[in-house]
């Protein structure tokens, strides 16, 4: 078949314009699909690699988004305490939307040396020290820092509060990466919130090996339920889910979305072949005399359609993943973030699927110029 | 053993309740080497022999061996096969791809054979100069004149050295001296290369430059005439 390929690119030269169009076409279908397939993935991932089956969120009880929830800093050292928890760290949330948003910022505030113990973060550029030591100091996630270009030593503003970056990180979790983490107290004496000294948003647990979530989560809220304030203390990955519920929805719809990308290719794709083997009636009937077999001609259109459908694929995916990556784009709500995914298996998936539909969509224009009869073929104009 | 035996050869079609019949009980052989004109009024069935040589057609009934194979025996895929070793086939309307140069067009039937690179490049370049074209191996169909693209589609047919070479009024869309230039390399070809060459056309002048001339009426293939009589008898 390699011999052919000359052949195949110059008939898709030959209608250049056709051929780039329906490219085009394919490229931004694939692009919506990559996007779709890349959030997707990124909520698969919320809950990976961060310790959500050991870790618990104390929240406040009926509070749903973060900027509502106040508990006592004092529960954490109570907690703390409890068998079965090794860590109860307290964390104050601030961030710039509560509602789903694309460009959510959110800012965890905790103390230095919890961070360094239960967040597996690993720097880029900057250093802990310094982090340590500066009151407004802030180390962020490399994917906010990309989307709104922070470099070392820059200061960022959300409303009231400005910090100066530190450090900036990568982590294991891609959804990690959209935040900024900064000193609890300098998040509890900023400006404009008013009597937040000693109190946090959440308290997050970290299980001793063995301990059972469920139990603990009950016993927890238990122990604060005769208190000023009582708790809803729920694992982390349950805490995530709920937060991002709404998101589910809509991006459990955006499936469909995907599925009518790649028909959109395949009816492109499809169209363009028919339409390119009807115009070479009498040039298929010609290679056959030639001692062409119908397999051959079979061969050489689905190869066309593939080689269309496939070019597509890799233009709309590869800017997708380029974008996506260069990008660094998460979606979040009420201060849970998914990041998108730019996984190698995103790119495998769009050309697996450009493949599977160039094929699909040169079998009826293929089998079309395969069986066609030769001599009323040569007829043909 | 002639090259090419038919017996019996009828070719029908039906359209409704009307049958057709442009071939009826047709039997000839053609040797080996031989250059075969064939004529006849428009629709006296002439290129449906032809295709029936060339193995692009099937008859209703009868039998054509080319080259000791019963062609009308095999399935479509081995026809193919066969086709791409046994027959040269020469259009009226040329038929080059258009996207292809007049070297690559002339190269297409080897890549079906199994020749190296450097072999199919040795056969393309005779084949070339064996039709005067060597110095428009890069043009495309476009680029070249009626006469010039057809003396491709010669070099096409003859380029894979076939049992048989066929052309179906290869001269019917050229001058009269565009036309005396290919008739002639038609001569030249079956004379210096021994190419088996059968060819319809409606011209008496140009079936006269072939050794051996047959005729269809209506279907029916008649005994081949000396050619000065038919001339004669035209009053040409
Ligand atoms: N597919 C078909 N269905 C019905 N009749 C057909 C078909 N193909 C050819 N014929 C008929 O067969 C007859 C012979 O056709 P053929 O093409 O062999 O003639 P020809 O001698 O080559 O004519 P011309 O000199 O005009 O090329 C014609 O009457 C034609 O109408
Ligand atoms: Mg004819």
Same mark, same amino acid.
Request: include cysteine.
């Given at each position: ?10 008939? /898709? ?6 051929? $780039? ?57 109570? /907690? ?37 113990? *239960?967040?597996?973060?690993? /720097? ?42 530190? +450090? ?31 109190? *946090? ?43 991002? +519920? ?27 072949? /028919?339409?390119? *083997? ?38 709309? @995916? ?11 784009? $998460?979606?979040?709500?009420? +201060? ?17 699927? @450009? ?16 069986? $066609? ?9 | 053993?002639? &090259? ?12 409704? =309740? ?18 075969? %004109? ?20 099937? #008859? !209703? %009934?009868? !039998? ?33 791809? #258009? ?10 039937? &080897? ?23 060597? =110095? ?25 050295? #076939? ?31 021994? !190419?088996?060459?059968?060819?319809? !056309? ?5 079936? %006269? ?14 005994? #081949? ?12």
């Amino acid at each position: 078949m390699w011999k052919f390929l000359p052949y195949i690119a110059k008939n /898709l030269w030959r209608n250049r314009t056709r051929s $780039a169009l329906t490219i085009s076409g394919a490229a931004v279908a694939m692009f919506v699909f990559t996007f779709v397939g890349s959030v997707q993935e990124g909520l698969a991932n919320l809950n990976r690699g961060s310790q959500t089956e050991r870790s618990l969120i104390v929240f406040q009880a009926n509070r749903f988004c973060p900027s509502t929830s106040r508990l006592p800093e004092e529960h954490a050292r109570i /907690l703390a305490k409890m068998p079965g928890i090794e860590e109860a760290v307290p964390i104050k949330v601030f961030m710039n939307n509560c509602r789903a948003s694309l460009d959510l910022v959110v800012f965890h505030g905790m103390p230095a040396e919890k961070l360094r113990k *239960v967040r597996d973060l690993n /720097l880029v550029s900057g250093d802990w020290s310094t982090y340590e030591k500066q009151r407004d100091a802030a180390m962020v996630g490399q994917a906010l820092a990309r989307r709104r270009s922070l470099a070392i030593g820059d200061r960022f503003s959300i409303g009231e509060l400005t910090v100066t970056v530190a +450090g900036i990180f990568t982590a294991a979790n891609a959804a990690d990466e959209s935040f900024i983490y900064t000193h609890l107290e300098f998040l509890q004496r900023m400006r404009g919130m008013k009597n937040s000294v000693g109190t *946090v948003t959440q308290i997050e647990i970290l299980l001793a090996e063995g301990t059972d979530a469920k139990a603990m989560c009950r016993s927890i809220d238990e122990k604060f339920r005769t208190g000023a304030i009582q708790t809803d203390t729920r694992p982390k990955g349950v805490f995530q889910a709920r937060a991002v +519920g709404d998101l589910v929805d809509l991006i459990g719809f955006a499936h469909y979305l995907g599925y009518a990308c790649v028909a959109l290719v395949l009816t492109l794709v499809g169209t363009t072949t /028919l339409m390119a *083997v009807q115009d070479r009636v009498r040039e298929h009937a010609v290679l056959q005399t030639l001692g062409f077999s119908w397999q051959r001609i079979f061969g050489l259109v689905l190869v066309e359609s593939l080689t269309v459908s496939l070019t597509g694929g890799v233009v709309g @995916t590869g800017l997708a993943l380029a974008i996506l990556s260069w990008k660094g784009l $998460a979606v979040g709500s009420e +201060g849970v973030t998914i990041a998108f995914s730019t996984s190698p298996l995103l790119a495998v998936i769009g050309l697996a699927a @450009t493949s599977i539909v160039g094929l699909a969509a040169g079998i009826v224009p293929a089998w079309t110029a395969a069986r $066609a009869e030769i001599v009323e073929s040569l007829r043909s104009i | 053993m002639p &090259l090419v035996e038919i017996h019996g050869l009828t070719k029908e079609y039906h359209k409704g =309740d009307q049958k057709i019949v442009p071939l009826r009980d047709a039997s000839l052989a053609i040797d080996k080497g031989d250059f075969v %004109s064939l004529m006849g009024a428009s629709g006296s069935g002439k290129s449906t022999l032809l295709n029936l040589i060339a193995g692009i057609d099937r #008859p !209703t %009934s009868g !039998t054509i061996h080319v080259a000791g194979t019963d062609i009308a025996s095999l399935t479509r895929t081995q026809l193919a096969h066969w086709r791409a070793r046994n027959v040269g086939y020469i259009f009226q309307l040329y038929n080059l791809i #258009p996207v292809l140069t007049a070297y690559e067009n002339i190269e297409l039937p &080897l890549l079906l054979l199994p020749l190296a690179r450097a072999e199919r490049q040795k056969r393309v370049e005779i084949a070339l100069a064996a039709v005067g074209l060597t =110095d428009r191996a890069d043009h495309y169909p476009r680029q070249l004149s009626g006469g010039q693209e057809q003396r491709v589609g010669i070099a096409r047919a003859i380029v894979g050295d #076939p049992a048989v070479v066929v052309a179906d009024e290869p001269t019917g869309d050229l001058d009269a001296e565009t036309s005396e230039q290919i008739l002639h390399l038609l001569q030249r070809l079956n004379a210096e290369l021994g !190419t088996t060459l059968l060819m319809v !056309t409606h011209d008496p002048k140009s079936a %006269s430059i072939a050794r051996r001339q047959l005729r269809l009426d209506k279907g029916v293939l008649l005994e #081949p005439e000396p050619p000065k009589v038919a001339l004669a008898a035209r009053g040409a």
